[in-house]
């Protein structure tokens, strides 16, 4: 993801359209709502590692929010299988958990 910094000026990435990869309905809720309203953005929501490459594929999204912990395949695990698809390496991720009280938000760099 590409931040200006030009002069003094910042220019935030445009993000138009978002993939939230969680298998937590509270969590897509919360979350999918505000990102659809506060940011502007089209959000769609996968909720395991299988729809997730399906929705790459075709959405094509600005940003993916993946959750470290999923119920059928740990979210970490799609992962390499980002980095041998050339047509995906360019997609900024952000990998989160909210299973604890300590939850984390690591940002991953496109390959």
């Given at each position: 993801?590409?931040?200006?910094?030009?002069?003094?000026?910042?220019?935030?990435?445009?993000?138009?359209?978002?993939?939230?990869v969680e298998d937590n309905l509270a969590?897509?809720?919360?979350?999918?709502?505000?990102?659809?309203?506060?940011?502007?953005?089209?959000?769609i929501v996968a909720s395991d590692c299988l729809t997730a490459l399906k929705f790459?594929?075709?959405?094509?999204?600005?940003?993916?929010?993946?959750?470290?912990?999923?119920?059928?395949?740990?979210?970490?695990?799609?992962?390499?299988?980002?980095?041998?698809?050339?047509?995906?390496?360019?997609?900024?991720?952000?990998?989160?958990?909210?299973?604890?009280?300590?939850?984390?938000?690591?940002?991953?760099?496109?390959?």
């Open positions: 993801m590409a931040f200006l910094m030009e002069r003094g000026s910042y220019e935030p990435p445009s993000i138009k359209k978002l993939l939230l969590t897509i809720a919360r979350l999918g709502e505000r990102l659809a309203q506060k940011a502007g953005c089209q959000v790459l594929h075709s959405f094509k999204p600005d940003l993916m929010l993946l959750d470290e912990r999923l119920l059928t395949r740990n979210g970490i695990d799609l992962l390499p299988r980002l980095h041998v698809m050339k047509d995906l390496q360019d997609i900024p991720l952000l990998l989160f958990s909210t299973d604890s009280p300590g939850s984390k938000w690591e940002y991953i760099t496109p390959y």
